[in-house]
Every structure is written in C-alpha cells, then in structure tokens.
C-alpha cells in the first residue's frame, strides 16, 4: 500500500451549494492537490454534484455547521491523507484558487504555523462589498483585536493554509459561525506564529444572499461568550 | 376546616403531576424532592397563610410574591441545567456525525462513488 503524502489537502466545507461547487471543484482540482469535501447536511444535491469529481467525499448525517464541518475535514485528511499542510478554502465560489500557493509559499518560506487570507490588506480587494459587511467585518476585527490581542486585519476569511502540526493542534469546538473567532483565539492561546497575506473575495449577488445578518453577528457573539464560560 | 374547590382541584393536580414524575424520574434523590415538594404544596394550598408569615418574617409583602420569587430563582435554575445538558447533547451528537462521516467517506469521481480504502496502521 503506498503511503500518499501530499504536500497539501484543501478542505471545503460546504453546505446548499449545489449551484455552485462543480465550478470550484473543477478549478481547485488543477492544482493537484487532493480536496476534501465536507457536505454539512445538505438537503439539495451538493453530494450529487461533488461526487462527479476526483475528490473525497465526505456527508453529516445532519447539519452542525461550517466549524463542525471544517474540524470533520481536518480529522479526516489528517488521519487518512497526511499532508504536509491543510488549506481551509470555502464552496461558494468567494475565494480564488490562485490564491492558494501564495498561501502555502508564506506557510513554507517564512516558517508560519499559520497563514491567514485577508481582503484588506494591500494586494487584497474584495469588489462589490457591501458597506454594512465591510462594517460588520471592521467591528468583529476590533472586537478579536481587544479579546485575544491579535492585530489580524480579517478576521472572518475562510481562505487559510495551516501546518499539520498546527492543525492538529486546534480543535474546533464551536460548530457554527463563531469558529472563526474560535480559531483565531487559539491561535493566540497556543502562540503559533501566524502571519496574514492578501486574498481576493469575490462578491456576486449569490454569495451576497448568504452572507451574515446582524441577527447572526449577534449569535456569534453570544456563542463566544457562553463559549468562554465553560 | 372549611376546604375550597379550588383547593381540591390544586391538590388533585398536584398528587396526578407528583405520580405521574414519580413514573418517570426513577434517581432516588429526584423522588425524596418531587415527594418534599408535592408534600410542600399541598401544605400550602391548606393553610395559604403559612406562606404570608414566612414572607413578613423575611421581608417581603405578600405570601404569593415569596412564591413567585421562589418559582422564579427556581427556573432560573432548572432553565440554566437544560442549556447545559442541551450543549452537552449537541456536543455528542457532533462526535457521532463526524465518525460517521469519517467512516463513511467516498471517492468521487468519473465512475461514480467509489469507498475509500481504510486506514492503513
């Protein structure tokens, strides 16, 4: 049996996106790297569609959310594929492909544990974003700012490269929408040395539609907290 | 003593609702406190003016305000006990969706599904 070690495993957690996974698939696969699909229960056809390519497959018996989905597909590569690193890439069509070696370049030259996507560094755009997430998204950076002391300029960019051992390290507890914060304090609780590159995130009227509502914000909030009180 | 409907009524739900627990909660320690409280409350639905003394000794108006303050701490609680056992819940049912995930992933691909091979040592 040969022992595949890749130099990289993609995670794509993905929940309803029937529409548009076959695309990012399609794209995601040229760079030779093994993919890891994670369909979160989805009630459409996301397995349907993501079983017509070359990937791993993996399906929740029922929905737990994108944080659950990505430690599933943590676990699963780190067990099955080894791979020298993991990069967390979203099934919306938002994050770009050729942002990925960037990624893995900065994990590997500059000896990072972690390397996090951000749109608003220079280099980085995000077209078409509206005004109330850009705000959104400036506050949840004040806020990670003043709750773990990390200056990341983009705090809820699902586009990463982690090492193995990195990954191997944090552990997802919050299921839904508060992992993000979640990882980001691990980080800074386990000290890895993280460093942030610009990305690109494609807005169109899609991906506008499942973006996060100040009802959810507030959600996140309320489950870092009760998080924190354990 | 001159007995009330109402009182007969309370009484009636009480011992029906402390039976019917009782059938259900089968921990020792959640008997003796259904038993102590059943037993509590149809004590105070026969002398509805204990609890006026016990309020006016502690400082407070009236005897229903003391049971409203006690129900009210008291589902503080219990509401508190839940979220936890929910959290709880929601915590295995996550480790047991995600092994299951995990065992049962598949290979897409040109031929269709495909499992994939187990894990090696």
Redesign the interface.
């Known amino acids: 049996m040969k022992i595949h070690q890749p130099r990289a495993a993609i995670i794509v957690p993905a929940y309803n996106e029937a529409q548009k996974i076959g695309q990012v698939l399609a794209k995601l696969l040229e760079l030779d790297f093994p993919v890891v699909v994670v369909d979160d229960g989805s009630p459409d056809e996301t397995s349907a569609a993501a079983s017509q390519y070359p990937v791993h497959l993996l399906r929740h018996a029922c929905n737990l959310g994108q944080g659950a989905a990505l430690q599933t597909g943590f676990d699963f590569a780190l067990r099955r594929l080894k791979p020298a690193c993991l990069v967390t890439f979203d099934a919306d069509g938002q994050h770009e492909v050729a942002d990925i070696p960037r990624l893995i370049e900065a994990l590997n030259s500059g000896g990072y544990d972690v390397v996090l996507g951000s749109r608003f560094l220079p280099g980085g755009s995000a077209p078409h974003m509206r005004t109330r997430r850009r705000l959104m998204l400036k506050l949840a950076v004040l806020f990670t700012r003043l709750s773990t002391g990390l200056p990341i300029t983009d705090t809820h960019n699902g586009l990463r490269a982690l090492t193995a051992e990195a990954a191997g390290k944090i552990r997802i507890t919050q299921n839904r929408m508060a992992h993000a914060s979640e990882i980001l304090a691990q980080i800074a609780d386990l000290q890895l040395r993280w460093c942030e590159v610009p990305v690109t995130i494609v807005y169109s009227s899609y991906a506008t539609q499942k973006g996060q509502s100040l009802l959810e914000s507030v959600n996140i909030l309320w489950d870092i907290v009760s998080g924190k009180m354990k | 003593m001159n007995i009330e409907p109402s009182q007969i009524l309370l009484i009636g739900a009480l011992l029906v609702f402390g039976f019917y627990v009782f059938r259900v909660r089968t921990l020792l320690t959640d008997r003796i406190i259904l038993f102590l409280l059943s037993l509590g409350g149809i004590v105070l639905v026969l002398y509805p003016n204990l609890t006026m003394t016990v309020a006016n000794k502690i400082g407070i108006g009236r005897g229903t305000d003391l049971l409203l303050y006690f129900f009210i701490i008291f589902s503080l609680f219990a509401f508190a006990g839940y979220a936890a056992q929910i959290k709880n819940l ?2 295995k ?2 480790l ?3 092994q ?3 065992r ?7 031929e ?2 495909k499992p ?2 187990g ?2 040592g």
């Open positions: 929601e915590r049912i996550t047991l969706a995600r299951d995930a995990i049962n992933a598949v290979q897409g691909g040109v269709g599904e994939t091979p894990e090696e």
